[in-house]
């Protein structure tokens, strides 16, 4: 087959990366022998990309979710009102923090904040234990948590390496 194909894989991951492949490689509509082949190359590079995620171990999870999360909120109005798409500063930063966190820490619940594109970072463990975590484009990450009838706020600092200190024990509080 002709190697244009590239091109097309190329559109599909830059405009809304993992969540672009799999839709392309889902898809029935196509006839021709250039969808099947589309469709064909477009499933191996999902299955390919899936098992290097695995491979990273249980973060790769985590950072497929990231991967749909710029898929589904990378345009202006994603919320149906005038939502700013998200930011790749934030799902950045948000990737560094999931990879900079310990073994021992269950994977975030992800999301985007309408206001302004940064990514939310949930641990929930009930109704009253939740722990999130705003991503943004600057390295202060905004912390807020709630442990039964207490709740704590801050602001931590973030490096890309090493999770803060009060972001590590503020989930450990609400997960223990």
Not at 4 to 22: D, E, K, N, Q, Y
Request: aromatic share 6%; glycine share 10%; hydrophobic share 40%.
């Amino acid at each position: 087959m002709p190697e244009p194909i590239s091109l097309i894989v190329f559109t599909a991951v830059g405009m809304s990366g993992a969540a672009g492949l799999r839709d392309i490689s889902n898809r029935r509509s196509g006839l021709s022998d250039y969808a099947k082949y589309v469709t064909h190359e477009a499933k191996t590079l999902v299955e390919k990309n899936d098992r290097s995620l695995s491979m990273i171990g249980p973060r790769g999870a985590a950072l497929s979710d990231l991967m749909d999360l710029k898929g589904e909120h990378s345009y202006r109005g994603w919320d149906g009102a005038e939502a700013p798409p998200v930011s790749s500063v934030a799902l950045n930063r948000a990737r560094e923090l999931i990879m900079s966190l310990p073994s021992s820490i269950p994977n975030p619940e992800l999301a985007v904040d309408p206001d302004d594109g940064a990514v939310s970072l949930e641990w929930y463990a009930g109704p009253s234990r939740i722990f999130s975590v705003s991503v943004g484009l600057s390295l202060r990450m905004a912390c807020a948590g709630i442990d039964g009838t207490d709740s704590w706020h801050g602001v931590a600092g973030f490096d890309g390496t090493k999770a803060p200190d009060f972001v590590i024990q503020s989930i450990q509080r609400i997960i223990a």
